[in-house]
């Protein structure tokens, strides 16, 4: 084989290739005597019934400064070494397929157009000089070998040697054609088959190996029939080895040569058994010969994509980054809990106060501070009541046991200053632990949201290379060169396909037909892109198309006598395949319960389409209101509603809101669960609830002054709608009407929103 491993395939070879000067006189004859050496090999080929169809496959695929020489060796090979008439058919195809080429300059198709014709009509003439006899052997002889000469030609045209598809060809064809060779129990083929499967196994991966052994045994079988059995003990050999012991040059080998025994025991004769045993260890023997840097250089080790690199290290970073976060919050809390109260936060800050102004410099401070200590310190905080009552003090408020008192006024002046300082680190103090207690909070809500986005990092697919060259290609093709472009497939199997371009606007209708080009060349079904514009790049992110998507509804009535509604209402589908749809209810009416409840929908839905978690995302958002609110008791309640559109899965989270409901089969059925609304308290009291969804099934979430009138008429509504087939939007309508028209002059502001669940 080494006699056409290299400038024979010059065709196919990869531009760049260091080839033969063109003045270099012996190496061009070199060549020459390599491509006809070559052609004589593949024109004695044969495989099972009689077709051979390597020569004239090498004339058709061989480069034309070498088709002269490739079809004078082909010719030999046919006429020397396959039967007479038989050699006479193929000598003809081959003079055809050489004039073929050489009146085209070159082209293959025309080759093999001519080849195969000449084929056929010598076949045909051959029936016509015998008389009209048909043999069916002979006609299908010619067919399969016009027919498979075209198709290898081709192949040697597009797959160049140096790539493992055009390697493991012409392992093949070297296979087949060496078997012609065979000289009693010698198989040269098989030995070939065998020394490339173990060394295959050896530094080759799995796949590699699967698909070698494969293609090896096919050859070995089309070729010599009767060694079907030794082909499939060498390709169980070689699996086996690529199985249980990849990398391992003899253990390798002790379990090829057990697969080879395996497979000797399908032998039709005990002397069958002669070829598989002379074949496979001469080739086991050439295997393990070999160095292994030459074995590596065949089969470089794969190195793990940059990619799936760098997505595993930001993993493990955020990871570290959660872990240090929680640590903060932790430490902090504890230290806050163990330190004692400081000085000033107690009345004796007052007390003290006092004593050091007023009586440290009094004439009769031994009598009020050593004998009558316990009176001076008993009628001092008697005088809180009135402090925390009044705010001040006066002499007329001085109890009996300061009477003795001779600075009366500088007293009372000195407790109003003493508590108005008190009074002011007291505040101090509290806002001090609002704010540490809102920090670290945030530093555990953010831990938790960096771990679940670690986790999600963790379980990224590996890319596929050979689809991103393919849909890089497109967008070349478009003019729209990619700045990056992924293709990876997550856990479950579902492919997505991120793309970077300078920045582009697309029409809706520009962006179908490129999720449908996109999806032919994937062979997946994609959905139409999720479109971001950043700056001076567009971003476009393809996923596989759900298998369900979602319908919505909404309606809503304002407050009695209000003209701002305190609920805010926000459904969407993001680009992970989940229908998120949330509802938000600002504590009272009017302006202030809008901007609470705005507010709460606007950051959650923002957190939500960041990748957050519905509990990481309401806990920083119960952490904004508690800062906002702090001087004031208010809040959002928080009804959040996650489905999974490749599976029908549902979570529904709520903080403080009023029952869900959940419509299946036309029968509604309450969902609900104790909670308190968000700004309400520094940690977040929320109740999440998972259940599964099928086509068909709504679900609808309300706020507190659709239930004025209680729940009973509301469900019997709900499946009214159902049973006369409302869509969302209709179904949304007739609540909402009807919630206003009970609750009359009571009315509060009224949000309806129903979520169905269908078929594409």
Request: charged share 15%; glycine share 12%.
């Amino acid at each position: 084989m080494a006699v056409f491993t290299k400038e024979t395939l010059r065709v196919a070879a990869p531009e760049g290739v260091a080839l033969p000067p063109a003045g270099a006189k012996w190496s061009a004859l070199a060549w020459q005597g390599a491509a006809a050496v070559t052609g004589a090999v593949l024109g004695a080929g044969q495989v099972y019934g009689g077709a051979a169809p390597f020569g004239l496959a090498f004339v058709i695929g061989c480069p034309p400064v070498y088709l002269l020489a490739a079809g004078t060796g082909a010719l030999a090979g046919s006429l020397l070494f396959q039967p007479a008439v038989w050699g006479l058919k193929l000598a003809g195809a081959l003079a055809a397929a050489v004039a073929g080429r050489w009146l085209s300059r070159g082209d293959p198709r025309l080759g093999a157009a001519a080849g195969g014709a000449a084929l056929l009509a010598a076949q045909v003439l051959g029936i016509f000089l015998a008389g009209g006899i048909l043999e069916p052997g002979q006609i299908a002889a010619a067919g399969c070998t016009a027919l498979l000469a075209a198709g290898l030609g081709w192949a040697f045209v597009h797959f160049p040697w140096r790539e493992p598809r055009g390697a493991c060809l012409w392992l093949a064809v070297g296979v087949a054609c060496l078997q012609r060779c065979a000289l009693g129990p010698l198989a040269p083929g098989l030995a070939l088959a065998a020394a490339a499967g173990l060394c295959a196994a050896v530094a080759g991966t799995l796949e590699q190996t699967a698909v070698l052994s494969i293609a090896l045994a096919a050859a070995i079988t089309a070729a010599s029939p009767s060694l079907s059995f030794a082909a499939l003990a060498v390709a169980l050999g070689s699996l086996g080895a690529a199985c249980l012991f990849p990398g391992e040059r003899w253990r390798c080998a002790g379990v090829f040569a057990a697969g080879c025994t395996v497979g000797a025991l399908a032998a039709p004769t005990a002397a069958g058994v002669l070829p598989l045993v002379t074949g496979a260890g001469l080739g086991m023997t050439a295997a393990l010969a070999l160095p292994g840097e030459w074995l590596r250089a065949v089969f470089p080790p794969p190195v793990p994509p940059a990619q799936t690199q760098g997505l595993t290290g930001a993993a493990r970073r955020l990871s570290a980054v959660a872990d240090t976060l929680s640590d903060i919050a932790d430490t902090v809390n504890a230290v806050c809990t163990r330190q004692m109260p400081p000085k000033g936060e107690t009345f004796d800050f007052v007390v003290e106060h006092i004593a050091r102004t007023t009586c440290q410099t009094c004439t009769r401070r031994s009598r009020c501070w050593v004998r009558g200590y316990a009176t001076a310190m008993d009628g001092l905080y008697q005088l809180k009541p009135t402090l925390e009552g009044k705010g001040r003090v006066e002499v007329e408020d001085l109890p009996g046991q300061l009477s003795v008192c001779i600075h009366p006024g500088d007293l009372c002046t000195a407790a109003n200053h003493g508590y108005r300082l008190w009074r002011s680190r007291r505040q101090t103090r509290a806002r001090a632990t609002t704010l540490r207690t809102a920090l670290t909070e945030q530093y555990s809500a953010l831990a938790g949201a960096l771990a679940q986005l670690a986790g999600r990092l963790s379980q990224a697919g590996l890319p596929d290379p050979r689809r991103e060259a393919k849909v890089t290609q497109l967008f070349a093709d478009l003019g729209l060169d990619a700045l990056e472009c992924s293709v990876t497939a997550d856990m479950a199997g579902r492919l997505t396909v991120a793309v970077t371009i300078a920045r582009t606007r697309f029409t809706e209708q520009e962006a179908t037909a490129l999720a449908d080009e996109i999806s032919r060349i994937c062979r997946r079904d994609l959905d139409s892109p999720e479109i971001t514009h950043c700056r001076t790049v567009t971003m476009l992110n393809f996923g596989e198309r759900p298998l369900f998507r979602v319908e919505f509804g909404a309606a809503g009535r304002t407050a009695h006598g209000q003209t701002v509604s305190g609920d805010a209402l926000d459904q969407f589908c993001d680009g992970a395949g989940r229908a998120q749809m949330l509802l938000c209810d600002g504590m009272g009416t009017g302006r202030a319960a809008a901007v609470d409840g705005r507010m709460a929908a606007k950051l959650t839905a923002q957190l939500l389409r960041a990748g957050f978690a519905a509990e990481s995302a309401a806990r920083l958002v119960n952490v904004a209101l508690g800062l906002k609110n702090a001087e004031q008791e208010s809040g959002a309640t928080l009804d959040l509603l996650t489905v999974d559109l490749y599976t029908g899965r549902a979570g529904l989270f709520k903080a403080g809101a009023a029952p869900s409901f959940l419509v299946r089969g036309g029968v509604p059925r309450m969902l609900e669960g104790a909670s308190l609304p968000m700004g309400v308290l520094d940690s977040l009291v929320g109740r999440s609830t998972t259940f599964a969804l099928d086509a068909g099934d709504w679900v609808v979430l309300v706020s507190d002054g659709a239930l004025a009138d209680g729940t009973e008429w509301l469900m019997q509504q709900l499946q009214l709608c159902a049973r006369l087939g409302h869509s969302p939007a209709q179904a949304a309508e007739t609540l909402a009407e009807g919630a206003a028209r009970r609750a009359g002059e009571k009315q509060d502001d009224i949000t309806v929103a129903v979520l169905a669940l269908c078929r594409p």
